[in-house]
């Protein structure tokens, strides 16, 4: 069993839910989340209204699944990044399951 995490902006939220289709996940969530980029330590008198980040609205999609189909999965993300040049590629990520309750 594997644990697979896609992140993607709200647009690309669609594409991902295709991908996981082909991939023959048939059971995932899903997660709003608001991503930051700021190479810079906090200071929150000057940040007080947010000004100056960088701030998206993003999705984190994520399901346990059998290997084959998060190696699927993760094929499917990567052709489809390699076919569509953007700023906000999808971003996938295997991590291995070790112990489980059921």
Known sequence: MKF????C???NKEI???LLRQAEIKVHSTT???GFKDN???NLLEEWFAAGDEECDSSMIFSFTANDNAEK?????IQYNLNKES????RAFIVPVEK???
Not at 73 to 77: D, G, K, R, Y
Not at 87 to 90: E, L, M
């Open 100 to 102: 489980a309750s059921f």
């Open 87 to 90: 700023a906000f590629p999808i």
């Open 9 to 11: 902006i709200k647009e």
């Open 16 to 18: 991902v839910y295709k």
């Open 32 to 34: 709003d989340i608001v």
């Open 73 to 77: 999965a993760m094929e499917l993300v």
């Open 4 to 7: 697979l995490i896609v992140t």
């Open 40 to 42: 810079q330590p906090p």
